[in-house]
């Protein structure tokens, strides 16, 4: 049994290799695209919407919601990066109850690029929003003398984020495959449908913990504008 994508290689030159794991994740970005230009190509801003604009409209709305319930705003500034991240992980395990087909998500490689993503996101948000000095000043909070374990929760969570996904994603390939050869008249439908779920919830998981350490980092800013608002109109009127 066959544990991760990486050991199918379909292409080799020296030390440079195309594995399973590439090159599914280079089909799944390109449908990703194809899908998302089909869908987008008739957009109406009129009073009459298609029935897959107004879906679309409900799934952005909800994506957005959920943002904005984490911590962050304007969602539309985050949405991009967090949907994307949502909708690649999604899309690559729900493809899995497909028979053949094997979830980039099922390869630490592919995982531990998706947490780095988020690793790099965190600075660039935290910097943007904090400031260069203020940013930095969370390493040292609440002493100087807690730099160090900082730094290493900064690095555990992301390596944690790779592997969670990880391991979920390919457990789950290897109980399928050990119930199906167990019961193969019974299991597949069942396995199907507990794989389409747990993809869900799998992909869903990780753009919340994405969503909250970008918002670990760059929430002091909008806690500081939600404070000017509320003590501006106040100070207008001592004035």
Known sequence: ??????????????????????????????????????????????????????????????????????????????????????????????????????????SLSTTTALAVCVFLSVPLWGIQRRGLSGYLRMYIKPSVFMLPFNVMGEVSRTLALAVRLFGNVMSGSMIAGILLSIAPLFFPVLMQLLGLITGVIQAYIFAVLAAVYIAAAAQMEQQREAKAEVQGPSSNTQG
């Open 1 to 106: 049994m066959e544990i991760t994508p990486d050991i199918f290689i379909y292409w080799q030159w020296h030390d440079f290799k195309i594995n399973a794991t590439i090159a599914i994740t280079w089909l799944n970005m390109l449908l990703l695209v194809l899908g998302a230009w089909s869908v987008t190509r008739k957009l109406s801003d009129g009073g009459s919407l298609s029935r897959w604009q107004n879906l679309l409209e409900v799934l952005v709305s909800g994506m957005e919601e959920q943002i904005h319930d984490m911590g962050l705003a304007p969602p539309r500034e985050f949405l991009p990066f967090l949907g994307s991240l949502f909708l690649f992980v999604l899309f690559s395990n729900i493809l899995s109850v497909i028979p053949g087909y094997v979830a980039p998500t099922g």
